[in-house]
């Protein structure tokens, strides 16, 4: 496995949840430092959160306190991002990269997992 694969994306209700996951690599015991990075429409893909080979995480400001970014599974590197108080304005495709170095994408993209928040 080369790219991330994400799932878990869907539609919900503003103040509602959803729980994305990320399969960064069948190479076991990897522990990538992988990220969240979010695109919307007519907008430029911007950081969301990442998670550091070891245990530090970090989060771009819209969404402390609201996303929770998680390793899950470090045999099959899975990691999840955990979306609570869900906006209208969190509507964009989610995607995974297997290598975020401080808040910079330089791995991996996967395809992309659709989060819609209505209103």
């Known amino acids: 496995q080369v790219h991330p694969v994400e799932s878990g994306g869907g539609l919900v209700q503003t103040g509602g949840s959803l729980r994305l996951s990320c399969a960064a690599s069948?190479?076991?015991?990897?522990?990538?430092?992988v990220g969240w990075f979010r695109q919307a429409p007519g907008k430029e893909r911007e950081f969301v959160a990442a998670?550091?080979?070891?245990?530090?995480?970090?989060y771009a400001d819209f969404v402390k306190g609201r996303f929770i970014i998680s390793r899950d599974n470090v045999e099959e590197n899975t990691v999840s991002l955990q979306m609570n108080n869900l906006k209208p304005e969190d509507t964009a495709t989610y995607y995974c990269?297997?290598?975020?170095?401080?808040?910079?994408?330089?791995?991996?993209w996967g395809q992309g997992t659709q989060v819609t928040v209505s209103s």
């Open positions: 998670i550091s080979s070891g245990t530090a995480t970090a």
């Open positions: 069948k190479r076991a015991g990897a522990n990538l430092p």
């Open positions: 990269n297997s290598r975020v170095i401080f808040k910079r994408p330089l791995g991996e």
